[in-house]
């Protein structure tokens, strides 16, 4: 008898920030049942790239838009009703924020110092991606910004 292979479904999302008052802050948005904080992912939609995807994915559960940076951040596998899913993350620096966007009345959305969201999110594998890309150290912390993103 061979094992049992399982289908890993392909994900993109992003992490969505900004620069408020000299720091950086991340955007968090709460599951549909609300019980959870996560960040914007989903589906590789059929003949998007999985940045493009990653955007649309941001204005659809987020109301966000901005430049879905080239570089993958990391990479994190959840289950989810016995199905697993990988996740390729990206950061997104947030240009727009909108109150009228497709999944306004189902989720929460808060914005939070990078620590904060770090405590609040509870899949380890993103606390992970979140605390090696933001280099957390103490409550000071010197994110580690790609060379392509300006933040001043």
């Known amino acids: 008898m061979s094992p049992k292979v399982s289908k890993i479904f392909k994900q993109s999302g992003v992490i969505p920030y900004r620069v408020q008052n000299g720091n950086i802050e991340v955007l968090l948005i709460t599951t549909r049942d609300r019980n959870n904080w996560v960040i914007p992912k989903g589906g ?3 003949g998007m790239s999985p940045r493009a995807s990653a955007a ?3 204005w659809e559960e987020a109301g966000i838009i901005g430049q879905v940076d080239e ?3 990391g990479t994190y596998r959840y289950r989810k009703r016995g199905k697993i899913y990988r996740v390729h993350m990206y950061l997104l620096l947030v240009e727009m924020l909108s109150e009228d ?3 306004a009345g189902q ?3 808060e914005w939070l110092d990078v620590a904060s969201a770090i405590k609040l999110v509870k899949q380890n594998s993103l606390k992970r991606i979140l ?3 933001f280099q957390i150290k103490t409550p000071c912390f010197q994110p580690s910004l790609p060379t392509n993103i300006s933040i001043f």
């Open 71 to 73: 570089n993958k951040v």
């Open 44 to 46: 590789i939609s059929k």
């Open 101 to 103: 966007y497709p999944e």
């Open 131 to 133: 605390k090696q890309f």
């Open 56 to 58: 649309k994915e941001a």
């Open 107 to 109: 989720r929460q959305r």
